[in-house]
C-alpha cells in the first residue's frame, strides 16, 4: 500500500526547519499570526493562495515543493537570488521615508542596472548589490503616482517599473527561482499595460513567455508569444515593432523546439524571424537582442537540442557574437557549443569551450545547471592529461 502524501502543512512545517527557523519568525515575516501558522502545519487551516506564496518565497522554495511531496526535494544549487532581493520583492524590507524618485532620474538607474546585467562578468554580484533598494524605490514612485494628475509621469514611471521587472525577470531565472521569475513577470505585464505602451507590453508577453518555457510549459509560451504578436500588429512596422515581432517569433520557435517539432521550428525560424530580423536589423529592442545573428544563434540551439551537434557546429563556426551587446548571450551560445562537443565525446573542446565561459562570466558558469553537469561528466570520463584542468575547474565551480 502506497503511504499517504503528507498534507501542505506538513511540508511547510518540514521546510521550515530545514531552514531552521521559527514559527514566529515566519508568521511574522509573512505577515500572518503564530497561532495561524500553527494552525496549518497541523491541518487545521489551508493557507490562501497568498499567504502559501509568501510562505514559499520567505523559505525559499518553489510553490511546488509546499504542494508536491517535497520530504524527498531540495532547493535547487542553481538558487542564488540575493536575500535582500526576495525581502525588497515580497515587500517586507525596511519602509522608505524618502520622496519618490522622479521619473527621469528611475528611467537612468533601471538603465544602469540594465547595463550592469548584460555587460558585467560579476552581474549576479552587482547587480545583487543594487536591486533591493531599486525595487524598493520603484514601488514607492508606482505608489506615489497612482492617483496623480500628471498622467505622462505616470505613465514614465510604470515604463521604467515594467523594464525593471523584465531584469528581474532574467536574473530570477538565471538564479534558478522560476517562481520569482513568474511573479515579477506578472509586474511587468501590469506596469507595461499601465504604461499603455504597446511595444512594453509585447516584451511583457516575450518576458512571460521564457519564463513558461523554463516551467515546460511550452504550449502556454507558444499562445503567450502569439498574443503578443498579434497585439502588434496594427502598429506603424517600425523598427522597434518589427524587432519585437521577431524576438516573439523566436520565443514561438523554441517551444516547437521543446516539444520536439524540429522542422515546425525550423520553417518558423528560416520563415517569419528571419525576415523580421533582416528587416529590423541587429539591435536591442526591450534587451532582448533581436537580429540576424540572434536568428542564427536560435539555428544552433534547434540544431543542438534535435541532437544533430555536427550541423550545429557547422552553423556555430560561421558565427561572430563579439559584437553582441549581451554577455548572456555570448554565453548562452558558447555553452551550446560546448554542449555540442560533449555529445560528440570531444573532451578537449568541451574543457576549452568551458575554460572560456569561465573567463567571459565565472558567476554564470558556477550557476548553470548544464555547464556543471558537463563538468562532472567531464570528471567521470576525461583522460589523465586534462584530469588536472578538470579537477581545478570543477573545485572553482564548488563541485564536490
Known amino acids: ?231 502588434l500588429h496594427d502598429l506603424p512596422k517600425n523598427g522597434d515593432a518589427l524587432a519585437m515581432v521577431g524576438a516573439l517569433e523566436l520565443v514561438a520557435v523554441v517551444a516547437d523546439a521543446r516539444r520536439k517539432k524540429w522542422w515546425q521550428a525550423r520553417e518558423r525560424l528560416s520563415g517569419n524571424a528571419s525576415q523580421r530580423a533582416a528587416e529590423a536589423g541587429e539591435g536591442n529592442i526591450m534587451w532582448t537582442v533581436f537580429g540576424p545573428t540572434n536568428v542564427e544563434l536560435h539555428i544552433v540551439s534547434i540544431e543542438m537540442e534535435a541532437g544533430e551537434a555536427a550541423e550545429a557546429l557547422r552553423v556555430a563556426d560561421q558565427i561572430d557574437t563579439s559584437h553582441l551587446p549581451s554577455i548572456e548571450r555570448r554565453f548562452t551560445f558558447l555553452l551550446e557549443v560546448a554542449r555540442c562537443y560533449d555529445l560528440r565525446r570531444e573532451d578537449p573542446a568541451v574543457l576549452v569551450h568551458l575554460l572560456d565561459l569561465e573567463a567571459i562570466s565565472p558567476e554564470d558558469l558556477a550557476r548553470n545547471p548544464l555547464a556543471r553537469e558537463m563538468v562532472c561528466r567531464l570528471r567521470r570520463r576525461v583522460r589523465p592529461t586534462y584530469r588536472r584542468q578538470v579537477e581545478a575547474l570543477a573545485e572553482r565551480l564548488g563541485i564536490a
Not at 119 to 139: N, V
Not at 198 to 205: D, F, L, Q, T, W
Request: aromatic fraction near 6%.
Open 1 to 231: 500500500m502506497n503511504a499517504p502524501m503528507p498534507h501542505v502543512g506538513e511540508r511547510i512545517r518540514f521546510w521550515r526547519e530545514k531552514r531552521q527557523r521559527t514559527q514566529a519568525a515566519v508568521a511574522g515575516l509573512c505577515g500572518i499570526t503564530e497561532e495561524y501558522l500553527s494552525q496549518i502545519e497541523r491541518g487545521l487551516k489551508v493557507p490562501s493562495l497568498q499567504v502559501l506564496y509568501g510562505l514559499a518565497l520567505e523559505l525559499s522554495v518553489p510553490v511546488a515543493a509546499l504542494l508536491g511531496d517535497g520530504r524527498d526535494e531540495s532547493p535547487s544549487e542553481n538558487a542564488y537570488v540575493a536575500d535582500s532581493v526576495v525581502t525588497a520583492l515580497i515587500g517586507y524590507g525596511p519602509k522608505t521615508h524618502t520622496e519618490p524618485v522622479t521619473a527621469p532620474e528611475l528611467r537612468e538607474r533601471v538603465e544602469s542596472a540594465w547595463r550592469i546585467w548584460q555587460t558585467s562578468p560579476k552581474r549576479f554580484t552587482e547587480a545583487g548589490a543594487i536591486l533591493p533598494e531599486l525595487i524598493r524605490d520603484t514601488e514607492n514612485a508606482i505608489r506615489a503616482h497612482r492617483l496623480s494628475p500628471d498622467s505622462a509621469a505616470r505613465r514614465d514611471i510604470h515604463r521604467a517599473a515594467a523594464d525593471l521587472y523584465f531584469l528581474l525577470r532574467s536574473y530570477c531565472r538565471r538564479a534558478g527561482r522560476i517562481d520569482l521569475s513568474l511573479m515579477v513577470a506578472d509586474r511587468a505585464l501590469r506596469s507595461a499595460e499601465e504604461a499603455d505602451d504597446p511595444v512594453r507590453s509585447a516584451a511583457a508577453k516575450w518576458n512571460l513567455g521564457h519564463v513558461l518555457l523554463a516551467e515546460g510549459e511550452h504550449e502556454g509560451a507558444q499562445q503567450t508569444a502569439i498574443q503578443g504578436i498579434e497585439a
